[in-house]
């Protein structure tokens, strides 16, 4: 259950490190895997391998009634703040800008923190580095 409880809680895949720190290494991890899976087999959600760990999936059978449903479902966009969605919406209106050009946008510095946090989202990506004195990279 402890295995099951830390995937459920997770946002992001757990790794079979993650699961040895939970139930120590004298167990299977493999095993503790396909148990839960039997356990789950007649549950709408799954557990699936997804890069290199483990993850909750709704099974596809009810995906048309999760979306006829319009309940806020889990999703990066979900844990932006209001300031983190400030960001993105000038870094989408602009389409290359730096960091220090946001900044100026925003009449304050933008932390690294944010813009980590968007491209951990998978909302912005870098580009290549600008020609501009200092060689920054835009987003």
């Known amino acids: ?11 992001e895949p757990v790794t079979r ?11 299977s991890i493999d095993l503790l895997i396909e148990d839960l899976r039997e356990e ?3 549950r709408p959600y799954e557990l699936v391998s997804v890069a290199g760990g483990w993850q909750h999936r709704t099974r596809v059978a009810y995906a048309a009634a999760i979306r006829a449903s319009s309940a ?7 844990v ?11 870094i989408g209106y602009f389409q ?4 220090s050009e946001l900044g100026k946008i925003f009449g304050k510095e933008v932390s690294r923190d ?11 990506s870098s580009g290549l580095r600008s020609l501009t004195p200092g060689r920054p990279i835009p987003m």
């Open 1 to 11: 259950m402890r295995v099951e409880a830390v995937i459920f809680a997770s946002g």
């Open 17 to 27: 490190e993650i699961l040895a720190r939970v139930v120590g290494k004298d167990y």
């Open 40 to 42: 789950l087999r007649s």
């Open 72 to 78: 806020p479902t889990r999703s990066a966009a979900a």
């Open 80 to 90: 932006l703040s209001e300031h983190g969605s400030m960001v993105l919406m000038a």
């Open 96 to 99: 290359t800008v730096t960091k």
């Open 114 to 124: 944010t813009i980590s946090a968007l491209r951990g989202a998978g909302f912005v």
